[in-house]
């Protein structure tokens, strides 16, 4: 019999839809339940063979295990609806980018069962949302940060582990601050910096000749400002104070190197070109060595 | 007989070898002699068949045209070297990346011949550099601004010009303060901005679990930080007037966005947000289009 009989799945998108494909790939899930606001979403997942079954927060009641893959400012009010079903056994994870404030939003919603919820992020996405964008392999060999509660139980984590194994995924564990303070440097700054710069370009008075001459580099350095605004203006919200420290971290470096370059302080300015570039290509070196490691450890070419 | 009977080009790396190339390709140039400070590197290019001769600074005395394409810092002090061997039918161009410096020290170094000297910057590129990067079509499609002087005559600028578009480049004119302030924004912020998070983040005391957590994301916004810190260093000094407006702009736009963030104001940022993912996509389908129109024009497909 698979490790898990029923899972529930809130949202079946691109995240919760590829979770889904996965595990059922795998073979390790008897069946897949979706909910969610749109019916017609969940049928064309149930027509996709991403669900087995659509239904509704009654669900929950004897599942092993439920996604909340919904946009994160629907987090709170999810738990909250799916709290009077839950039954001791049943395991809860997330898979918000951010992840101090859906523990707190959890505290809330669950009261007393909140060692049941195990609060998660698989680091993966693609351009593409909804269920025709999943993909049974998206987590192969990509992150999946778990921030686990002082409450859980060491089998809750372990549950919620195993399923994102099952999808090929690397389990890390990080504590929330930790994992907001990351994501505020690695992710959530880079998209305010290029929202910033193409809303700077485009206020411009000339600014249809300055996009005339917008060449590569430009095009790369503000391809994640093509993301959707409404899902960024819930994380910068969810993980504001951390974000506050690194912008104004970055904000500070930025007048120093004003300061530079109004000095014409040459050597100061290299220094620090050469220190980024450095520090790139060494991250860059670390990612393919470990990209190498990890084909040749499954036996790949 | 073909238009050019002789062309030097000093630098027969990336940019001017691929110039050579093309107009070989052409078969618009009887003779094109490289000059150079390492006499390896224009052996290298002669075996490469980019240039026919090597050449020094005489080389210029019987030349149609002439393309200064060495590093930006060394401009004036080729132009001063070569000031002496000019004749009146001689043109002289360069491809540096800033325009109102290189006018300025042309004007400089040439003294009464400032009139023959047309600056241009071609915007094209490729990660590799030197003579083996070199491609016959590296200008194909591809925009090379000029931005003429007031001397210049017009048979002077429409030589130029016959050139690049022998290479299959368009041409686009502007002033040379016109030329700098655009690409202080598209082109040259972005890149002090990409050396600034990555060498910020580089300074955190987590640096290392930072970067095990930047994604793909994180690598294409800090793409241009892998540049020659040397040759950004010259480029930022060289436009450094047009740079402080373009920063201090930014500065403001970022210190507007962090008030919205620190009050939490969800509709402010989302409107940022909002306005950048709508221009960055009108951009994208305006290259995209004129990419369609060109290819058809060409009678591609």
């Known amino acids: 019999m698979?490790?898990?009989?029923?899972?529930?799945?809130?949202?079946?998108?691109?995240?919760?839809?590829?979770?889904?494909?996965?595990?059922?790939k795998a073979g390790v899930v008897e069946q897949v339940v979706g909910v969610g606001r749109r019916l017609e979403t969940l049928e064309r997942a149930k027509s996709l063979g991403i669900i087995d079954a659509i239904g509704?927060?009654?669900?929950?009641?004897?599942?092993?295990?439920?996604l909340i893959a919904t946009p994160v400012a629907q987090t709170q009010a999810v738990l909250a609806s799916i709290a009077p079903y839950l039954q001791?056994?049943?395991?809860?994870?997330?898979?918000?980018?951010?992840?101090?404030?859906?523990?707190?939003?959890?505290?809330?919603?669950?009261g007393e069962k909140i060692a049941q919820f195990v609060p998660g992020h698989p680091i993966a996405g693609r351009e593409q949302n909804g269920p025709e964008a999943a993909l049974a392999d998206l987590y192969v060999g990509k992150k999946v940060v778990l921030?686990?509660?002082?409450?859980?139980?060491?089998?809750?984590?372990?549950?919620?582990s195993a399923a994102w194994k099952h999808c090929g995924a690397l389990i890390h564990e990080l504590s929330a601050e930790e994992h907001d303070a990351v994501f505020a440097a690695v992710s959530h700054l880079p998209h305010f910096l290029a929202y910033?710069?193409?809303?700077?370009?485009?206020?411009?008075?000339k600014a249809d000749l300055l996009f005339q001459y917008a060449a590569s580099g430009f095009r790369d350095f503000t391809r994640i400002a093509g993301s959707s605004p409404e899902m960024w203006r819930d994380i910068v919200l969810a993980n504001q104070s951390a974000l506050l420290v690194e912008l104004d971290t970055y904000i500070n470096q930025l007048n120093k190197m004003r300061s530079l370059l109004q000095a014409a302080d040459g050597n100061g300015l290299q220094k620090i070109f050469s220190?980024?570039?450095?520090?790139?290509?060494?991250?860059?070196?670390?990612?393919?060595?470990?990209?190498?490691k990890r084909t040749y450890e499954q036996g790949g070419d």
Chains 1, 2 share one sequence.
């Open 2 to 24: 698979p490790p898990f009989k029923k899972i529930v799945i809130f949202g079946v998108g691109l995240i919760g839809g590829s979770f889904a494909l996965a595990l059922k």
């Open 196 to 205: 910033a710069l193409v809303d700077d370009i485009a206020a411009n008075s």
């Open 275 to 292: 220190q980024a570039q450095t520090a790139r290509q060494s991250w860059i070196t670390a990612i393919e060595m470990a990209e190498q």
């Open 147 to 160: 921030t686990a509660l002082p409450e859980n139980a060491s089998t809750s984590v372990a549950s919620v």
């Open 56 to 66: 509704d927060v009654s669900a929950v009641t004897d599942a092993d295990l439920v």
């Open 88 to 110: 001791p056994h049943t395991v809860i994870t997330d898979a918000g980018s951010t992840k101090s404030d859906v523990a707190a939003a959890a505290r809330l919603a669950l």
